[in-house]
């Protein structure tokens, strides 16, 4: 059972007092039985790990011999109290054959409860500024690559490639910024309201990708306007947005159910990212070498040249088959660092969130 060190944990909208026993759902009692109590209390003490059977025969019966029936009805209680869903947890996980795992984000706290409020919200901010670092890395990488492909002559020993060069990457540096401090903000949001539900991340990321890609692309246009007198309507925007933000959300929900492991979870939403990256062009849409493309048919006097990209392919200028390959790599590139800066924050809220003894 919980140790006698912690008086409060807070998850959901749920509030465990240890010492005096109690569970309360926005301030309202729970019943629970003893029994019951005792095994809550070792799942959210161990929460993000795996509890086994023998461990919950050990301290919740007390070496009491009784069937694995008893484990089963005693989660299914819990979840019925905690109005937890088995086939979509948000907080008991069902780990076959093994245990149970508790997934929710826990706080604790030994005053009051706006400490764990506080708590929340600084979490919230630090989840959002990793993710916004995460974003700007993955620009860093995209830069240096369109920057060398885009560049219309060889780098030296002319200054005009070099410029052509730092322009691309601060551009892409800028947008990735932007894209990874929406989407990120967006998914620690809905870590925080609705917990680790997938559609609450994926929502999360969805909408933060929405409101980025809207202000990005509203942004660029009246730039153009207004330095040009024309501008290219058709760069990356609200729906780009929308389906790498919800891509990103569910591949951080899948790098959270699998634990903090930093390389499976960059895999994995890599992987998912690569694959709204290549969707992308297929529904009509443009990521960031697209709108490049774009913006140098828009403006033909302009030295930024992305031919070569669609060259290696076979193809005349940047055609489809290599829109879909560069939309992997910046959805990939952009989930996995993301993401991976994610779990790297993870990390440091755990190990400097209040422990139990």
Avoid at 96 to 121: D, L, N
Avoid at 192 to 203: F, K, M, N, Y
Wanted: glycine residues 16%; hydrophobic residues 45%; positive net charge.
């Amino acid at each position: 059972m919980l140790k006698s060190a912690s008086r409060s944990c807070c998850f959901d909208r749920f509030t465990l007092d240890v010492d005096d026993r109690r569970l309360r759902r926005d301030g309202e009692p729970v019943e629970l039985s003893g029994r019951y109590f005792d095994a809550l209390a070792l799942l959210v003490q161990e929460a993000g790990t795996l509890v086994t059977k023998d461990r919950f025969m050990s301290e919740v019966w007390a070496g009491i011999p009784v069937t694995d029936e008893a484990l089963t009805q005693c989660i299914k209680s819990l979840r019925r109290a905690l109005a937890d869903d088995a086939s979509n947890p948000r907080l008991i996980e069902t780990v076959p054959k093994h245990g149970y795992r508790f997934i929710a984000p826990v706080e604790t706290s030994g005053a009051v409860p706006s400490v764990a409020v506080r708590r929340s919200w600084r979490d919230t901010l630090l989840l959002s500024a990793a993710g916004t670092v995460g974003g700007g890395l993955a620009g860093f990488i995209g830069g240096l690559i369109y920057g060398f492909a885009g560049a219309s002559q060889p780098l030296q020993p002319g200054l005009g490639a070099v410029s052509i060069l730092l322009v691309i990457l601060c551009l892409t540096i800028a947008v990735a910024l932007m894209g990874g401090a929406g989407v990120s903000f967006g998914i620690a949001l809905s870590r925080r309201w609705g917990g680790p539900d997938w559609r609450w991340s994926t929502s999360g990321g969805a909408a933060g990708g929405l409101l980025i890609g809207a202000v990005v692309k509203l942004l660029g246009i009246d730039a153009f306007n207004l330095l040009f007198g024309r501008s290219p309507a058709g760069i990356t925007g609200a729906m780009e947005g929308i389906l790498i933000g919800g891509a990103v959300g569910f591949g951080a929900w899948l790098a959270w159910r699998g634990g903090d492991r930093l390389r499976r979870g960059m895999i994995v939403a890599g992987l998912i990212g690569s694959a709204a990256g290549v969707i992308i062009p297929l529904l009509g849409g443009r990521m960031m070498a697209g709108s490049l493309d774009l913006l140098s048919q828009t403006f033909p006097d302009s030295r930024l040249r992305l031919g070569k990209l669609g060259a290696l392919v076979g193809e005349q200028g940047l055609g489809l088959i290599s829109q879909m390959i560069s939309g992997a790599l910046e959805g990939g590139l952009f989930a996995a660092c993301v993401v991976g800066a994610t779990i790297l924050a993870d990390r440091t809220i755990n190990s400097v969130s209040p422990r139990n003894e």
